[in-house]
């Protein structure tokens, strides 16, 4: 989630901070020189402000954003882009924002890719036989029918793979990567079968983008490079992932076989899907919330990103039944083909003209209890954030 603003100081703001989720990052202490009016406007807002917190915490809206987040989720499981899932469930929230009286509804054209998962599976064929859970990982390409068995290496980063280089050949590639967290250790899902099919592997397989799990493989998208011939890959969870490691690291031979109907369909025409309250005074600038509302394909999504999708979508709906109305447009956008690279945000940065933005907000870390807030801005602005914190 980041935060952006350019200049302003509006009820948007105060609202928007105190009702998105936040995440907390150390900065050093702002040197702030706010101007005595606009503290005391930001004061003049704390009213509203009140109400506003009170109808979401104990008021008419108390635990509405999660019926209808529930309500979505049930009704349309998961919204993989390309799906029809996906379309119907834009086209849900284009009539749900419609029947709360939220204005200028209407949907953005997006190209996005079209994955399809198909039937997948794993067996560890020696030393011994186990089935191995894994998922394909978005993007990957299929085996061929018989499924690709080979025997395996198994290393901890790219650097011992290039050490092994000479081996790999022929070979199915493991990554038992450490994790280091999300953002560190991504790279091994981002790279491994380009880096895999450089040095001659058949296919790769790495540890799942987690910290821990119960048998439970984690996928996301991968891509490959044009210069590189394309080799499937999936997740496999982390304890087969540690299990291989050691098996390898004891010198066993190890072999298994990997059966994936993976492949990419042409490109399907989506949508983002947008809402608003217009602002009284400056209806031309806005305050952009949002979510993205596609999700993976084994799953809900209804922590990713159905929740950041919906208390962003639902803060406008809150509005609207106090009868506030902001002086800039608030703006909700639910992002479409985010899981694929975040197709849909960069289509509309690129048809919207961004000066028009004073803020954007966009959630999509799961939702917890708001604990502090990441911005990412002026420091002027971060001061103007402060004095509304
Ligand atoms: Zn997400």
């Not at 350019?6 to 150390?26: D, G, K, M, Q, T």
């Not at 809150?318 to 009868?323: A, G, I, P, S, T």
């Not at 870390?365 to 990441?374: K, W």
Request: hydrophobic share 40%.
């Amino acid at each position: 989630m980041k935060f952006k603003i350019h200049s302003c100081i509006c009820l948007n703001i105060i609202y928007l901070v105190l009702f998105c989720e936040i995440h907390a990052e150390p900065k050093p202490p702002l040197k702030c020189n706010l101007t005595q009016k606009l503290k005391d406007e930001i004061k003049s807002y704390t009213p509203i402000v009140n109400r506003i917190i009170k109808s979401a915490v104990s008021g008419n809206s108390q635990g509405q954003t999660w019926k209808e987040l529930a309500n979505f989720v049930d009704t349309f499981g998961n919204r993989i882009s390309g799906s029809q899932n996906l379309e119907n469930a834009i086209d849900y929230m284009l009539n749900r924002s419609i029947s709360y009286g939220l204005e200028n509804v209407h949907g953005e054209p997006v190209e996005v890719p079209h994955w399809v998962r198909g039937n997948e599976r794993a067996t560890l064929l020696s030393p011994r036989i186990q089935k191995l859970n894994i998922l394909g990982l978005g993007g990957s390409i299929g085996t061929p029918p018989e499924g690709i068995t080979a025997p395996v290496i198994v290393v901890e980063t790219f650097d011992e793979l290039q050490e092994k280089a000479n081996e790999a050949q022929g070979k199915i590639v493991v990554f038992a990567e450490k994790w280091e967290g999300y953002g560190k250790t991504v790279q091994y899902r981002q790279y491994a079968a380009v880096r895999g099919a450089k040095v001659g592997a058949v296919a790769t397989l790495l540890r799942s983008i987690a910290p821990f799990s119960i048998n439970s493989p984690h996928t996301g998208w991968q891509d490959y490079s044009d210069d590189v011939r394309k080799i499937p890959t999936a997740a496999i969870t982390v304890e087969d992932a540690e299990m291989l490691l050691r098996m390898y690291r004891q010198g066993r031979s190890i072999t298994i076989n990997l059966y994936m109907e993976a492949k990419t369909l042409p490109p399907v025409q989506s949508r983002n899907t947008i809402a608003e309250i217009e602002g009284s005074k400056r209806p031309e600038q806005a305050v952009i919330v949002s979510g993205h509302l596609d999700s993976w394909d084994v799953g809900t999504g209804a922590m990713d990103d159905g929740g950041g999708a919906f208390i962003s979508w639902y803060s406008l709906v809150l509005l609207k039944q106090l009868n506030l109305r902001p002086k800039r447009t608030i703006r909700a956008i639910l992002w479409t083909g985010e899981e694929e690279g975040l197709i849909g945000a960069f289509q509309y940065a690129k048809v919207h003209d961004k000066k028009d933005f004073n803020l954007l907000m966009e959630s999509d870390e799961g939702t917890f209890n708001p604990n502090g807030l990441y911005f990412s801005g002026k420091d002027s602005t971060a001061c103007i954030l402060q004095e509304i914190l």
